[in-house]
T-cell receptor, first 114, second 110 residues
Framework: DAGVIQSPRHEVTEMGQEVTLRCKPI?????LFWYRQTMMRGLELLIY????????DSGMPEDRFSAKMPNASFSTLKIQPSEPRDSAVYFC????????????FGEGSWLTVV | KQEVTQIPAALSVPEGENLVLNCSFT??????LQWFRQDPGKGLTSLLL?????REQTSGRLNASLDKSSGRSTLYIAASQPGDSATYLC?????????FGTGTSLTVIP
């Protein structure tokens, strides 16, 4: 299996622009997670889906952030409009089911907002 | 809410030393605990997974233990090598979320 696939790997954008990050989970995995990692705050859960349904989005910073999972093999995280404080590494992860399993991470999307 | 703490935040050791990384969590109601390695510019790679019913897991030079009742786990690395230099994170699975520690940054000096 190719693992969790994220795109783009790196993005530099200007403040105010829309950013869309994409994730393809491992085939057969029922749960998908979006995390944000910064030096100051470590790894933070933004939102997670179970069977394509958002379960907990309490970690989404504000209304500028939105996430979708239209089918079992694709998810997006959108930031609109982007701000410099959104600069971070955004990780997507998936697991076969929530309890008792390993969670697998993608390589991350490195976002810089200038 | 589950809180996961890792001490120390950073550790530097000479090559060949054995070392222990610590992870503590506040709520013992967990399904499992997992140790990850993160290299600079990379994602997290799973090292060891300990189910709540287990006491330890071993993989090569790595040994992870779990004491659920006291809310503690340790990752033991034997005969450390420069290639072990990375950040190590632990995560607990509560059945509906994974809670991560902030990690221990390990440097092994040749």
């Amino acid at each position: 299996d190719a693992g969790v696939i994220q795109s783009p790997r790196h993005e530099v954008t200007e403040m105010g622009q829309e950013v869309t990050l994409r994730c393809k989970p491992i085939s057969g995995h029922n749960s998908l997670f979006w995390y944000r990692q910064t030096m100051m705050r470590g790894l933070e859960l933004l939102i997670y889906f179970n069977n394509n349904v958002p379960i907990d989005d309490s970690g989404m910073p504000e209304d500028r952030f939105s996430a979708k999972m239209p089918n079992a093999s694709f998810s997006t995280l959108k930031i609109q409009p982007s701000e410099p404080r959104d600069s971070a590494v955004y990780f997507c992860a998936s697991t076969p089911q929530l309890s008792g399993n390993t969670i697998y991470f993608g390589e991350g999307s490195w976002l810089t907002v200038v | 809410k589950q809180e996961v703490t890792q001490i120390p935040a950073a550790l530097s050791v000479p090559e060949g030393e054995n070392l222990v990384l610590n992870c503590s969590f506040t709520d013992s109601a967990i399904y499992n605990l997992q140790w990850f390695r993160q290299d600079p510019g990379k994602g997290l790679t799973s090292l060891l997974l300990i189910q709540s019913s287990q006491r330890e897991q071993t993989s090569g030079r790595l040994n992870a233990s779990l004491d659920k009742s006291s809310g503690r786990s340790t990752l033991y690395i034997a005969a450390s090598q420069p290639g072990d230099s990375a950040t190590y994170l632990c995560a607990v699975n509560t059945g509906n979320q994974f809670y991560f520690g902030t990690g221990t940054s390990l440097t092994v000096i040749p």
